[in-house]
């Protein structure tokens, strides 16, 4: 998730889009009042060897919390901040109003088959002998695994 205050637009970025890449591509427009989420260490020095701003402004300011907030901080021993997958509510929650309906919004998403190619190729990159095989991923329903992945049954069947 990015947010550019000068360029007044918002990225929020879903899972096994390529994401990172392009998070990495639009540092190179960032401000310093801008908010960038954190990225993998390995990408954090990619961004960095292109000279652009890495991971800043992502902890969310006390002035935005609500007394739950307030007691989830608590609890948790740990600031609320923005994530590299945010949801557009939880954004739009701790950017107000007035950013959110003021800024341009976009995301980038693909084909839903070739998310859950991506994602298994993800899962099983680090597995062991004998890796999980693509139908067995299907199967056992891990594709439901990835955020914001929608699948429509489709059936020959009258209604």
């Known amino acids: 998730m990015m947010i550019f205050h000068k360029h007044k637009f918002i990225y929020i970025k879903t899972e096994k889009t390529a ?3 392009l998070k990495v ?17 390995k990408d954090e020095k990619i961004r960095s060897d ?5 991971a800043q402004n992502y902890v ?12 989830r901080a608590l609890i948790r021993k740990k600031r609320l901040r923005f994530e ?48 999980l095989s693509l139908s067995e991923f299907i199967e056992q329903g891990r594709a439901f695994d990835i955020k914001g992945l929608v699948f429509i049954q489709l059936t020959t069947e009258s209604p």
């Open 50 to 54: 292109f000279g652009f701003l890495g």
């Open 84 to 131: 590299n997958h945010c949801p557009a509510a939880f954004v739009k929650k701790y950017i107000g109003k007035e950013i959110w309906d003021s800024y341009f919004k976009f995301s980038v998403e693909r084909n839903p088959w070739d998310k859950v190619i991506s994602f298994y190729y993800w899962i099983v990159r680090n597995q062991k002998e004998p890796k």
């Open 25 to 41: 591509a639009l540092s190179k427009f960032c401000g310093k009042d801008d908010i960038i989420t954190p990225i993998s260490s």
């Open 60 to 71: 969310i300011p006390f002035s935005t919390y609500s007394a739950a907030d307030f007691v």
């Open 19 to 21: 994401g990172t890449r």
